[in-house]
């Protein structure tokens, strides 16, 4: 079994920034994708940007720009740098983990965790 454990969601005002982690530990396989998705309420769930063991990355086009994700192989982290953030960011941000097969795939693949609130207010 996977765990994924996020943390540095938080209230910030709209062009401000946030930094996003996880840390993931449990059954991990070496050939995966890690990456954050988001939801809003009456939403659907939505990748925000994912990041291969190999450094590839993939974003949403509405965070180009100004979200970056990382990942540290070596402690098994991945880190969302969120920057001019918009009140329509406003969402829970979900930590992913995933075989590399399903990297860029929709649906519900993986293992995710429990979710931490980004909130950005005018």
């Known amino acids: 079994q996977v765990q994924l454990v996020e943390s540095g969601g938080g209230l910030v005002q709209a062009g401000g920034s946030l930094r996003l982690s996880c840390a993931a530990s449990g059954s991990i396989f070496s050939i995966n994708v890690l990456g954050w998705y988001r939801q809003a309420p009456g939403k659907q769930r939505e990748l925000v940007a994912s990041?291969?063991?190999?450094?590839?990355?993939n974003y949403a086009d509405s965070v180009k720009g100004r979200f970056t994700i990382s990942r540290d192989n070596a402690k098994s982290t991945v880190s969302l740098q969120m920057n001019s953030l918009k009140p329509e960011d406003t969402a829970v941000y979900y930590c992913?983990?995933?075989?590399?097969?399903?990297?860029?795939?929709?649906?519900?693949?993986?293992?995710w965790g429990q979710g931490t609130q980004v909130t950005v207010s005018l």
């Open positions: 990041i291969t063991g190999s450094g590839d990355t």
């Open positions: 992913n983990l995933r075989s590399l097969r399903y990297w860029k795939s929709s649906g519900d693949f993986g293992s």
